[in-house]
């Protein structure tokens, strides 16, 4: 290195050690994590996961094949669930996650006559599964039950399917690569296998001996920080969880459809639900962690993804780099411990991304058609993937329309069958958003009520088009620059404040910034490592018109929402991350190792927060704690039972039955008009055909409209039978005519006598 590359170089590590260490004291030294960090229990999960660091380094390291690393790996990662009383839970999921992955595979070899890899599978038994699901439930066959009885009866054809194709593993080139793998190094063998592409080439791997001990060490990073979210899955459920994501047996499905009318007002309950849909097998069992445990085998499959994306821009090692940095994002690896579908959207956009790049390198129209598929998966799983993943395939389409042209094989039988490939995800959305349009009369919610109002639709009874009033909008212009200035430095390096409570615990740490940091100093340092005829300057071209788009996407939104997720920002940071990379790997090597070794405090950090934070601030949930176990048992007893429960999120959400919050109903997810007056609630109440009224003790007092309209309808009989526990109330709804007046007089007496209010 030159002096002045010298010079910039250590520029870049000061000012990366100042954007790292005025972070971590801002919010780990003085700020809101400063409690968390200093528990005995954050000490103990932190050894722990050093630990189990440090063993499956030395397995990746020390073993002198994949073989034997991958097997004892698979004991260790099985004796820490079962330390953490979360095996049955992952080891149920993860049997599902096989049969997605093997109901894909037969669509890819038996219709598509393809080998497209194991995401690629995944994505299309994902979307096929879903698909049968919808049919089930279009027939009035889509109990859980026979949902259950479909995925044994068709998972055991799956497996005489694969068993048969298996045979071929024990001749010909399958029978070398079986050899192969045998004798590979662990760590320096991610590709091939998995994704169907072939053994690794001469160049990324020896044939045997040690793994790299850098790969090795990164291997075993991403393996750690994956059972750290495992470790503590049974400790807490978080919020948005409990209120859409493991409910699915009594909120989505409580018979036999998912298009039947439940009588849900809250807006979370309309969003596309192909990930509830997909995971309704999984529903309704002993434990919440076993529909999380979904997740924790998604995220798996997201880094794999990321891994196999980023091989088509860099080389072996390099592009090791992209998971290993993705598992310190809390803004990422947090969203593993929860039920909610923002790491199957990430995995689906990832792979939009890798069927644009694959196009460009192999020029076959049929990763075009892969790449719709995936960006249609994604439409059914969250309702942000309508803007996100159709402003990746907007860009996608531009930059191919300006840098070259589609010259595929379209006379070729075997590329035209590819796009068949299109069929499951066009159904599955059809099944999905119909569901939406069914129940709601617009096919998307959220924030696409007024959209779709002024295109004709009409919003049925009783849900409530809210509009959405950007955060600065009534600022003078001087504010509003102001206001997002401060948005962006929060977002960026402190995340603190009322409006980024949910930004602290999904954040994208300081990566973003470091690598700025990066890119400013060393832009001009380091001579191109590669030689013209090798170049391939369009993955980074693609990447960073990608990464412009989602800039701009990113700064209106900032500016628009009052209350910002860290989540929306995933691919975002994806995105960062990838295209830092593929710019380093233009760099020679010396300026390459020099910025590399530079994100290692960033990454510590990004680790460190890992650790601090998660979805549910690890705080745990343990159902209500106010003397509530007689009407615990009297909901529990029919999970049909419907409820409108009064009282603190999200513990009110955990009776084992359907209930609302009054904050679904009358809140800004739901229709503040059905509260308007006790007739309007009344309305609601016989609409839904709910059962009972809770009110948690201490929630609510005299002067507040719904006590006031409580208390009317209790008067005039429409609401009766109010049993008292510890202060708390549960009011059962007349179905018919009112009860008689001197009933009437004797529940009111017990509700005004009886219920503590608020203080």
Known sequence: MTRREKTAALVAAVLTIVVTLYSAWKLVGTGVLSWHAAQPDFYSMALETAAVWLILFLLFFCAQNSLT???????????????????????????????????????????????????????????????VFCLLSLAQLGSIHNLRIWVAASGLCLLVWAGVCLRDFRTGTAGVRLRDFRTAPAADHMRGWLSGAGAPQPSDSPICGRSHPG???????????????????????????????????????SGNSIYENLGTLGVVYTYPKGWEVLGLPLAGLPSYSFSISMNLWMAALTLFAAYETARLCLKHRLALWLPFLMVSVP????MADTAKPDMVTLFCQLLMIQGVLRFTEERRTGWLAAALAAGGVSLIMKPTAVIFSTAVAGISALWLLVRRKPSGRPGNPKEMRVWLILLPPAAALIGIWGRTMKLVGVPVTSVFYGLFQKLGFEIKYPFYAAGLSPAGKHMPQGERLFFLA??????????????????????????????????????????????????????????????????????????????VDGNYYMLYYVLILLTGLC???????????????????????????????????????????????????ILAANPSHRVIALGDLPGVLTFPCWVQSYVDVSGYWGN????????????????????????????????????????????????????????????????????????????????????????
């Not at 409990?242 to 009594?250: A, N």
């Not at 803004?331 to 947090?334: A, D, E, K």
């Not at 990447?543 to 700064?555: E, G, K, R, V």
Request: with cysteine; proline share 3%.
């Open 331 to 334: 803004g990422i690896m947090n």
């Open 69 to 131: 690393a991958w097997f004892w790996t698979a004991v260790l990662c099985a004796a820490f669930c079962w330390l953490h009383v979360i095996f049955l839970p992952v080891a149920f999921a993860g049997a599902y996650t096989v049969y997605l992955i093997l109901a894909g595979r037969w669509f890819n070899r038996t219709v598509l006559r393809q080998n497209l890899g194991l995401c690629w599978d995944y994505l299309l038994g994902g979307a096929l599964t879903i698909t």
């Open 672 to 759: 503040p008009q059905v509260v308007s007056s006790a007739s309007a609630f009344l309305e609601y109440l016989q609409f839904a055909d709910v059962d009972y009224i809770y009110m948690e003790r201490g929630y609510v007092c005299a002067g507040v409209r719904i006590y006031d309209i409580i208390r009317t309808l209790i008067e005039k009989g429409h609401l009766y039978n109010v049993c008292e526990e510890g202060g708390n109330l549960i009011i059962s709804v007349q179905k018919g005519d009112p009860q008689p007046e001197i009933t009437a007089e004797h529940d009111l007496e017990i509700f005004d006598n009886l219920y503590i209010q608020h203080p």
């Open 583 to 633: 710019w380093l790997d233009g760099k020679d090597s010396c300026c390459r190792k020099a910025a590399l070794a530079l994100l290692i405090p960033a990454w510590g950090y990004g680790a460190l927060l890992c650790g601090l934070t998660n979805w549910a601030w690890t705080i745990g949930n343990g159902g209500l704690h106010q003397g509530s176990g007689t009407i615990w048992k």
């Open 486 to 563: 401060k948005r962006l430095y929060r977002i960026l390096l402190n995340p603190q404040g009322h409006d980024m409570a949910h930004v602290l615990i999904a954040w994208g740490a300081v990566l973003p910034v470091v690598f700025l940091v990066l890119r400013a100093c060393l832009g001009g340092a380091g001579k191109t490592s590669r030689k013209p005829e090798t170049a391939q300057p369009l993955p980074l071209s693609y990447l960073t018109w990608l990464l412009m788009a989602m800039s701009f996407i990113n700064l209106v939104s900032l500016y628009s929402l009052s209350q």
């Open 215 to 253: 790969s090795s060490a990164m291997l075993a990073a991403i393996l750690a920080l994956l059972l750290l979210q495992a470790g503590r899955m049974n400790l807490a459920v978080d919020f948005d969880s409990i209120w859409y994501g493991v409910r699915s047996h009594v909120m989505l499905n």
